[in-house]
């Protein structure tokens, strides 16, 4: 059982920046595929970023290429999504998300591990 535990969120005007982190109790933790995933009220959850086993590869959704960035630190069991130029419509509640497997899945229901969320909003 892999536990997740996002940390980064918060308040920030428009055009300010975060971090948000995600530590993972898994110690084969280079072999999970990892996300984040985020949910504003009344929308379906997307995948935003997300980024394989060994860090080789990442993918962006169009909304935010440019502006985030993720990254991983095996020595640490930690994903990090770096977010710039926020815009109001980032406002959501930002998932982490993990699964056994070389390339990450694009959709929520291919992951079977997720965080508890962490709120961010931007204010304009």
């Known amino acids: 059982q892999v536990q997740l535990v996002e940390s980064g969120g918060g308040l920030v005007q428009a055009g300010g920046s975060l971090r948000l982190s995600c530590a993972a109790s898994?110690?084969?933790?280079?072999?999970?595929?990892m996300a984040w995933f985020r949910q504003a009220p009344g929308k379906e959850r997307e995948r935003v970023a997300a980024?394989?086993?060994?860090?080789?590869?990442?993918y962006y959704a169009d909304s935010v290429k440019g502006r985030f960035t993720i990254s991983r630190d095996s020595a640490k069991n930690t994903v990090y999504l770096q977010m710039n130029s926020l815009k109001p419509e980032d406002t959501a509640v930002y998932y982490c998300?993990?699964?056994?497997?070389?390339?990450?899945?694009?959709?929520?229901?291919?992951?079977?591990?997720w965080g508890q969320g962490t709120q961010v909003t931007v204010s304009s």
């Open positions: 998300a993990a699964r056994y497997t070389v390339v990450p899945p694009t959709t929520a229901r291919g992951y079977n591990y």
């Open positions: 898994e110690r084969t933790f280079s072999s999970y595929a």
């Open positions: 980024i394989t086993g060994g860090g080789s590869n990442t």
